[in-house]
Nanobody, 114 residues
Framework: VQLQASGGGLVQAGESLTLSCAAS??????RRWYRQAPGNQREFVAS???????YYTDSVKGRFTISRDYAGNTAYLQMNNLKPEDTAIYYC???????????WGQGTLVTVSS
């Protein structure tokens, strides 16, 4: 099972980015995004379950939207109204349906300038 994250980049505050995470090899239950800013611990950003229920950390509610494709193999993170404090490496994390094993993508860097 491999996860490939993409879509990061350098933007100005107030702009938008969409991250993607493509996976293959098995069936997944939950799909999550985490981020890690320099000097900080990795933190939860958003998740979406197989049934489509989504959850967000408070700091991104109303600005970020997590979604997945119909097959469930790709997850997206639409990020609007980006702020400098959103600057981080963003990691995707998929949970295998049957085993519960977690898989991580390689991370994609998002930099938001003020």
């Amino acid at each position: 099972v491999q996860l490939q994250a993409s879509g990061g980049g350098l933007v100005q505050a107030g702009e938008s980015l969409t991250l993607s995470c493509a996976a293959s090899g098995t069936i997944f239950s939950s799909r999550r995004w985490y981020r890690q800013a320099p000097g900080n611990q990795r933190e939860f950003v958003a998740s979406i379950t197989e049934s489509g229920d989504d959850y967000y950390t408070d700091s991104v509610k109303g600005r970020f939207t997590i979604s997945r494709d119909y097959a469930g193999n790709t997850a997206y993170l639409q990020m609007n109204n980006l702020k400098p404090e959103d600057t981080a490496i963003y990691y995707c994390n998929f949970e295998e349906l049957h085993s519960g094993r977690l898989y991580w993508g390689q991370g994609t860097l998002v930099t938001v300038s003020s």
